[in-house]
C-alpha cells in the first residue's frame, strides 16, 4: 500500500505534467482521498451511539490518568467523537493567548488531540464545497483551532482567510449530517513514503506535538505500528525522547509501547532504544493500566 501512494504521489509532483502518463495521478490521489474519508465518516457515524463502547471513551471516563493530549496520525473521528461524547472540551491545537503564546496549563475538562496527518473532515478554506456555502449553512465549517464542546451551536469563528478549516461531523446537531463528507478534496496525507510537502500545511500543529513531547513525564504509544513509510512521525518521537548526545531515552521520560504486536515492539526498541517498557495487550485495557495519577502531562499517541 505504501508503494502504491508513494508512486502516484511522485507521479503527481514530479511528472504530473508531462506526456504519456498512464492516467491522472492527481485526479487518482483525489478520488481515493475522498472515498477513503465517506467511509470512514460514515464508520463514525455508525459509531456516534456506542461512542460509551469504545476503548477511547473509557480513556477519557477515567476516574484518574485521563490523557491531557493525544496525538494521532489516524485520519478518522473516533477519538475526538470520543471526548465529545465523555463531556471534554477538545481542542486540535494546544490553545493560545490572543498574543500567541502558548497556555501553561489546559482550561480545566479539556483534551487536545493533534492529528499530524490531517483528517477526513478537514480540507482547504477555498474548497469549492466551503466556498459555496449559503450564509446559512456557513457555521458548519469552523477554524481548526476554535474550541469543540459538547454542546452544538450554529456559529463559527471563521474570517474567511483559513488556509484549512474543519466541517463540523461529530458535533454537528443534525444526527443525519455527521457521515456525510463535506470536501471536495480532505486533507488527509496518504501512506506515501515522504509526506513532508503535504503536511507543510500541519507545521502548527507538528509544532504543538514536538512542544508537548519534549515536555511529556511520560508517553504511551497506545497502536502505533512505527511503519516504514512514516519517517515524519518517528523522526519526532525519537529527536523528542532523548537528550542531546544520549544514546536511549532522556532519564525524565517514560516511554511505555501498547500493541500486541511483537514486530512492533522491536521496532520501537530499535528506534527509541531499549529502556522502554511494554505491555502485549489491546488498547481496549490501556486505561486499566494505569501507573500513577497524571501529574503534569501525559501524552498518548
Not at 217 to 227: A, E, K, N, Q, T
Amino acid at each position: 500500500m505504501s508503494d502504491f501512494f508513494t508512486l502516484l504521489e511522485v507521479m503527481e509532483r514530479v511528472h504530473g505534467d508531462r506526456e504519456r502518463l498512464p492516467l491522472d495521478p492527481g485526479d487518482l490521489l483525489k478520488g481515493l482521498r475522498a472515498e477513503i474519508a465517506q467511509g470512514l465518516l460514515a464508520t463514525a457515524a455508525a459509531q456516534w451511539r456506542r461512542a460509551s463502547h469504545l476503548p477511547h471513551y473509557g480513556w477519557f471516563r477515567a476516574p484518574q490518568g485521563r490523557p491531557a493530549v493525544v496525538i494521532t496520525s489516524n485520519w478518522d473521528t473516533i477519538v475526538e467523537q470520543s471526548a465529545v461524547r465523555a463531556g471534554l472540551n477538545v481542542r486540535l491545537s494546544w490553545p493560545r493567548t490572543r498574543s500567541g503564546n502558548r497556555l501553561a496549563e489546559l482550561p480545566p475538562k479539556t483534551v487536545v488531540i493533534l492529528k499530524l496527518h490531517g483528517s477526513v473532515d478537514w480540507g482547504r478554506g477555498d474548497d469549492p464545497c466551503v466556498l459555496d456555502v449559503g450564509a446559512a449553512k456557513s457555521w458548519e465549517f469552523d477554524r481548526l483551532d476554535a474550541p469543540i464542546r459538547s454542546a452544538a451551536l450554529k456559529q463559527h469563528t471563521r474570517t474567511g482567510d483559513e488556509l484549512l478549516v474543519r466541517h463540523r461531523s461529530y458535533d454537528h446537531p443534525t444526527a443525519g449530517a455527521r457521515g456525510t463528507r463535506r470536501f471536495e478534496e480532505p486533507h488527509m496525507a496518504t501512506m506515501a513514503a515522504g509526506k513532508e510537502a503535504f503536511i507543510a500545511d500541519l507545521g502548527d500543529i507538528w509544532d504543538d506535538a514536538y512542544w508537548v513531547l519534549s515536555r511529556a513525564s511520560w508517553l504511551d504509544i497506545v497502536g502505533y505500528s512505527f511503519p516504514a513509510d512514516d519517517l515524519e512521525l518517528r523522526t519526532l518521537l525519537r529527536v523528542t525522547t532523548r537528550r542531546p548526545g544520549q544514546a536511549g531515552l532522556a532519564s525524565d521520560v517514560e516511554v511505555s509501547i501498547v500493541n500486541p504486536s511483537p514486530d512492533t515492539h522491536e521496532r520501537a526498541r530499535s528506534f527509541l532504544g531499549q529502556d522502554i517498557s511494554s505491555s502485549f495487550a489491546g488498547a481496549e485495557s490501556w486505561n486499566m493500566r494505569r501507573r500513577r495519577p497524571a501529574k503534569d502531562e501525559e501524552a498518548s499517541a
